[in-house]
């Protein structure tokens, strides 16, 4: 019994909370039980997706994109891979946020350092982060051939990107050797997972971002010009000497030409002279009394003509005074 504040005894009604009829609770169960074994039973795939089914975790089959059905109740469970999406794997940095509206992508490089700190086969550290696309060809190998194959699969990364750095220098690195990191470290990872079974394919690597590390990056810009400054210098050396001993070799030749056309112009003469000497020879060796004079007269020939004043004495003259005008003017025949 019940009172109220002055004391008084309450009387309390009996309600009595009629029941439902047994029918209607086994109908509302077995609707129940009937969802749950429809939604268990159903699932669906989506299109860039392949369903690898597993009866108490062995694998079965696997799904195309769409509408299956399988065991309910946890018998069959559905895992689903995404077979036609490319996959990525960043190391020494994350993405924080995409693109858009809020602004430019944003990386965050917080406690990363031990992925991208490498050291070169010069001995000098770099600070290398880069970037694995890929796919998955083979849903089976991905799920059931590699335990844990996304920590497997970036330690391979790693050490491929380790072992490419180290076998080349820090400039090369840096600079014009870019390139060929990325395409060999994609070879070298390809190749390990195929030797794995890890059912990953390589798409590409990318070199996103390669600097020395923060605390010498002043001495190594320092570096740098002085080595750009150096190749200024051999450069302009190059052009200067590329300038200068073309044209000094081609005055080198051309004096040498004309020195050999000399020396073959004067054997040449030296040649005809001896010929003619000889022929001169046999000629007056036939007739030396006519070749004689024949030579006397034709070098009177040569030199008569530049003779100004000719004076021709009789072999019977005793003096030739009568016959000089002593008085002429200089220049006078």
Excluded at 303 to 318: A, E, G, M, S, Y
């Amino acid at each position: 019994m019940n009172r109220d504040p002055f004391g008084d005894e309450i009387q309390m009604p009996d309600i009595r909370i009629p029941r439902p009829p047994m029918g209607l609770v086994r109908i509302l169960a077995l609707l129940i039980v009937l969802l749950a074994f429809v939604l268990s039973a159903v699932f669906t795939v989506s299109p860039e997706e392949i369903g690898v089914v597993m009866r108490f975790g062995k694998f079965t089959r696997t799904t195309e994109p769409g509408l299956h059905a399988r065991l309910p109740f946890g018998i069959e469970t559905v895992r689903k891979v995404p077979v036609q999406r490319q996959l990525k794997q960043e190391f020494g940095f994350r993405t924080v946020s995409s693109a858009g509206r809020a602004g430019p992508t944003q990386y965050s490089k917080q406690g990363l350092s031990g992925e991208s700190l490498m050291l070169t086969g010069d001995l000098n550290a770099a600070d290398v982060e880069w970037v694995v696309q890929y796919r998955i060809v083979d849903a089976y190998k991905y799920l059931f051939r590699v335990r844990d194959v996304t920590s497997t699969f970036r330690a391979m990364a790693e050490a491929v990107m380790r072992q490419v750095v180290g076998d080349r220098t820090v400039n090369e690195v840096l600079t014009v050797g870019r390139q060929e990191v990325a395409d060999l470290a994609g070879r070298h990872l390809q190749e390990l997972c195929d030797q794995y079974e890890t059912g990953i394919q390589i798409d590409q690597v990318v070199l996103q971002d390669v600097n020395p590390p923060e605390p010498v990056k002043p001495s190594f810009n320092e570096v740098n010009t002085a080595q750009q400054e150096k190749e200024r210098l051999i450069n302009e050396a190059q052009s200067e000497y590329n300038r200068v001993i073309p044209r000094a070799r081609g005055e080198a030749q051309q004096v040498i030409s004309e020195a050999e056309g000399y020396a073959l112009e004067r054997v040449n003469v030296a040649r005809g002279d001896s010929a003619r000497f000889v022929a001169l020879y046999e000629a007056y060796r036939q007739a030396p009394d006519v070749t004689r004079k024949r030579i006397y007269l034709e070098t009177l020939g040569e030199i008569l003509p530049r003779v100004p004043n000719k004076v021709l004495v009789d072999d019977d003259l005793r003096s030739v005074l009568p016959l000089l005008d002593l008085k002429a003017k200089k220049g006078d025949n």
